[in-house]
């Protein structure tokens, strides 16, 4: 019995060993003038990599049968790619590129780490490609997808959010019910949203999925709104949007009448 527990526990180890430490990850999200779809990732030991298989068909690259030991050969048109297991250097297109954490293989899938896009991927592609970690959105080709700064600010009653927008992007604001939303000229928006509390006028900010809208979500307590703009530097431009409190009421009892 112990020998037969044994083999079973080593069949155990060999099935789970090679992917021990790997767990799914927030995906990329892939953002073409077409449409928008997701690039999984996975973490091993704290390192987050995505699958080169999953990077084949959106940026064209073809997995060549030239196969050695440790070795990956990827090709686009006339440019090779050349990965080699546990090093953080490849090879692409003749030049050498360091990367953040080694490329990895386990069980024939290889990975690498998502800087590869920014690094590598750039360099054997026609069409600009841009890899924006913070926000997990990878652009390709020509979208427009501003960099939104989000500061929510209370002075007394009366509360203020400014939105430092990078490059200057037009857009229109609109209440709807109980939101304000503000819908960019751009194929998405890319948002960073600091010292968000929740008060009495506001209680979210988010951006909406799949579309290039800011939803400032909106408590009964809110009155009105007025926005400006200001230039700021970097071809940024800074929409200032101040939030007013619902009117307190005023009215009074009327006075008893004065008795005969």
């Known amino acids: 019995m112990t020998g037969r527990l044994l083999v079973a526990c080593c069949l155990v ?4 060993g090679s992917t021990r430490g790997q767990t ?35 940026f064209g690259l073809t997995i060549t049968d030239m196969r050695q030991p440790g070795r990956l050969t990827l090709m686009r048109e006339d440019r090779i790619i050349v990965l080699t297991a546990n090093e953080g250097l490849v090879s692409v297109a003749g030049q050498l590129v360091a990367l953040a954490s080694p490329s990895l293989e386990r069980d024939g899938n290889w990975y690498v780490p998502i800087d590869f896009i ?9 069409e600009p490609l841009e890899l924006r970690p913070r926000s997990g959105l990878v652009l390709l080709g020509a979208v427009r997808v501003p ?32 939101r304000l939303l503000i819908t960019f000229d751009a194929d998405a928006l890319d948002l960073v949203l600091r010292d968000m509390r929740p008060d009495a006028l506001v209680a979210d900010i988010r951006a909406m999925d799949g579309s290039p809208v800011l939803a400032v979500e909106l408590r009964d307590g809110f009155g009105s709104f007025s926005a400006t703009t200001e230039p700021a530097l970097g071809g940024a431009v800074e929409l200032i949007i101040d939030l007013q409190p619902r009117p307190v009421s005023t009215t009074r009892a009327a006075p008893s009448p004065t008795p005969p």
């Open 147 to 178: 960099q939104v700064v989000a500061r929510y600010q209370r002075a007394g009653r009366r509360s203020r959010l400014r939105l430092m927008i990078t490059p200057q992007t037009e857009h229109v604001i609109e209440q709807n019910a109980d």
């Open 118 to 126: 920014g690094r590598a991927l750039t360099l054997v592609l026609d």
């Open 24 to 58: 799914p990850d927030d995906p990329l999200t892939l953002v073409t003038p077409q449409d928008r779809r997701p690039l999984p990732t996975v973490r091993f030991d704290g390192r987050r990599l995505v699958a080169v298989s999953e990077l084949a068909t959106p």
């Open 13 to 16: 180890w060999l099935a789970t």
